[in-house]
Nanobody, 118 residues
């Protein structure tokens, strides 16, 4: 059984910073990618940032230059450093794991709330 546990959400004023963490545990053969998604009020869930096994990263345009995704391979942990937060960054942030070798499996965390006040 694979579990993803997120932490680091909270309430912050516009312009502030938060750091999200997600720890993956359980029977994980190989991590192909880890990512952060978010879902704002009344919106669809969207990809915010992804880091693949080789270390390459990609970001949604709205956060590029403000957010940084990183990974601690030894700890199966992914981070999302969020700087210059804006009210439109408000939402529930979900950790996403793509793992496996011959078969790929997708896992989601339970989500952590980020609220940015203006």
């Amino acid at each position: 059984q694979v579990q993803l546990v997120e932490s680091g959400g909270g309430v912050v004023q516009a312009g502030g910073s938060l750091r999200l963490s997600c720890v993956a545990s359980g029977n994980i053969d190989r991590i192909n990618s880890m990512a952060w998604y978010r879902q704002g009020p009344g919106e669809q869930r969207e990809l915010v940032a992804r880091i693949v096994a080789e270390g390459n990263t990609n970001y949604v345009d709205s956060v590029r230059g403000r957010f940084t995704i990183s990974r601690d391979n030894g700890e199966n942990t992914v981070y999302l450093q969020m700087n210059g937060l804006k009210p439109e960054d408000t939402g529930v942030y979900y950790c996403h794991l793509n793992a496996g070798v011959s078969l790929r499996f997708i896992y989601w965390g339970q989500g952590t709330q980020v609220t940015v006040s203006s």
